[in-house]
């Protein structure tokens, strides 16, 4: 077993700094894969919301693989395959950089994960409001906009926030494949000075920050959104007795967090 | 370099001697960090004034970084404390007789247990006052009250958070390639780069994990509608 350099901990001050260089590309990989996580989510749970019928079969296999296989097996799958699988269609894109691929397998990791969130999001607007909509005149893309949107959003906000943050976690996978995201520098600074553990603790703690920053932003939305939800004002009690039920309890019950094939 | 689908199901034999490492650090993880999250809960939830805030630092922690960042400090880390410790006491013990696989087992329990943590404090608070008052009031004990009342109804409530953490602890065990344990991941990664067909092996790896991915599921749903038993409501 291999021990470097005697523990300094100027250098976790510095590897702390020259890691905060590389975050602009963790962040990229997070932004792109929500991004494309997004448009797949919402392209997988539409015929599942809609019943149709082939096509629902094929995203609850798409959802159940992508929850069901580690996120590091599928980024090796499609850095490796994909080129190989387009080359049947004469398709050439080994060339591309490894972030595309990157991106794209987060992206379609995260779009799984998202169709789960959107589903159980609109399904959990209880079905009164669009009649309610309906009855004081509302058009179907008006009572869409107004009323059911904005619930599901409030339910969807929750569990999107530990997502973004899953998957910030996960990014840090990416320098398998060579990237030079945040614990990818880590390891080439651990690695050209001898000081593992303080590029380590520096690389914790930069990750610790971020989540951290997110959690709070995303919960000021939270609180913004829920806004039309009564707060419970009891005072917390040790074994609670009966809560109502609310937005947050139901996001306990959808259980679109990680893990779980549902086949 | 082609497609070649019949390596798919050569690489899927070969992969399947690798099962057993990666569902024994998957099992270690789960069950020393379901202790370790039972230990949390409870302090957080009593509120004890030292180890709580202590409790909550630590899931804090944890779960605002990586599990690789925590495998990566422990294999490390661990090493240079207790070489320094053993130098200190002059105990015959080097780290370098640690195995491998025993940094994997450290430090996924260690990421496990502060998943778990919140598990298992949700599934107490989920369980109503009531019956730990009416526990207390036929005279149990509070460790009574807590081993016999409390614990079977939290239990049933958070089984399919336990699942998702089991699986996701599953999912995790694939990062033991970067401390040279062979599990099907690292397995994977060998059958690829000695017969340069990287495709066709990861294809059976991620078949693999799905399956026991699936096969969890199944059998904690099995498990659910036994353990919901009392639960059914109605008369008879």
């Known amino acids: 077993m291999f021990v470097g350099a005697p523990f300094d901990f100027s250098f976790v001050i510095s590897a702390f700094s020259k890691l905060w260089a590389t975050l602009g590309v963790t962040l990229l990989i997070v932004g792109g894969s929500l991004l494309t996580g997004m448009i797949v989510g919402f392209l997988i749970a539409f015929p599942r919301l809609y019943r149709i019928p082939v096509l629902e079969q094929f995203s609850k296999v798409y959802v159940s ?20 699988l387009l080359k049947l269609v004469h398709l050439d894109i080994s060339r591309a950089p490894v972030l595309f691929f990157v991106i794209l397998t987060y992206g379609l990791h995260t779009g799984a994960f998202m169709s789960e969130m959107i ?12 009649e309610a909509a309906y009855a004081i005149g509302m058009k179907g893309h008006q009572a869409f906009t107004r009323i059911v949107l904005p619930q599901a959003l409030a339910v969807a906000v929750p ?17 398998t494949l060579g990237v030079m995201e945040l614990t990818g520098k880590a390891q080439t600074l651990g690695a050209l000075t001898q000081h593992f553990i303080e590029a380590y603790l520096a690389l914790a703690f930069i990750y610790l920050v971020v989540s951290f920053t997110l959690e709070k932003l995303l919960r000021a939305a939270e609180r913004r959104l829920l806004k ?36 | 370099m082609k497609i070649d689908p ?40 009593y509120r004890v004034p030292v180890l709580g805030p202590i409790s909550t630092a630590y899931i804090t922690f944890i779960r605002g970084t990586p599990m690789l960042t925590h495998l990566l400090l422990i294999y490390f880390g661990l090493p240079v404390i207790i070489d320094g410790l053993s130098g200190w006491f002059g105990w015959g013990f080097k780290s370098a007789s640690i195995p491998m696989i025993a940094f994997a087992y450290i430090s996924f329990s260690i990421t496990a247990g502060a998943y778990m943590s919140e598990v298992v404090r949700s599934g107490l608070l989920a369980v109503n006052r009531g019956q730990l008052e009416a526990a207390y009031s036929i005279g149990m004990t509070t460790f009574q ?35 040279s344990v062979v599990d099907i991941n690292a397995k994977a990664q060998i059958v690829a780069s000695t017969n340069w067909k990287f495709f066709e092996a990861y294809l059976a790896a991620a078949v693999i994990f799905w399956g026991l991915t699936v096969l969890i599921e199944r059998l904690t749903a099995r498990l659910e509608k036994r353990i919901q038993l009392y639960n059914r409501g109605g008369v008879a």
């Open chain 2, 145 to 179: 009250a807590l081993r016999r009342i409390v614990f079977p109804q939290a239990l049933a409530f958070s089984l399919p958070n336990l699942s998702n953490s089991a699986i996701g602890m599953l999912h995790g065990s694939t990062l033991a390639f970067t401390v």
């Open chain 1, 119 to 130: 589903r159980a999001s609109v399904t959990a607007v209880d079905r009164g409001q669009v």
């Open chain 1, 228 to 263: 039309h939800e009564q707060p419970d004002g009891t005072a917390r009690r040790r074994f609670r007795i009966e809560r109502k039920p609310s937005l947050r309890g139901m996001f306990a019950g959808i259980g679109a967090e990680k893990g779980g094939a549902k086949l």
């Open chain 1, 159 to 175: 569990v999107f926030s530990n997502m973004v943050i899953a998957l910030l976690k996960d990014t840090s996978l990416a320098f």
């Open chain 1, 65 to 84: 693989f992508f929850r069901g296989t580690p996120i590091l097996i599928q980024l090796f799958l499609f850095y490796y395959g994909l080129p190989e």
């Open chain 2, 6 to 45: 019949s390596f798919i199901w050569t690489a899927f034999v070969q992969l399947l001697s690798a099962i057993p490492t990666t569902l024994m650090i998957t099992a270690v993880s789960v069950s020393v960090g379901f202790v370790i999250g039972v230990i949390t809960a409870l302090f957080r939830l």
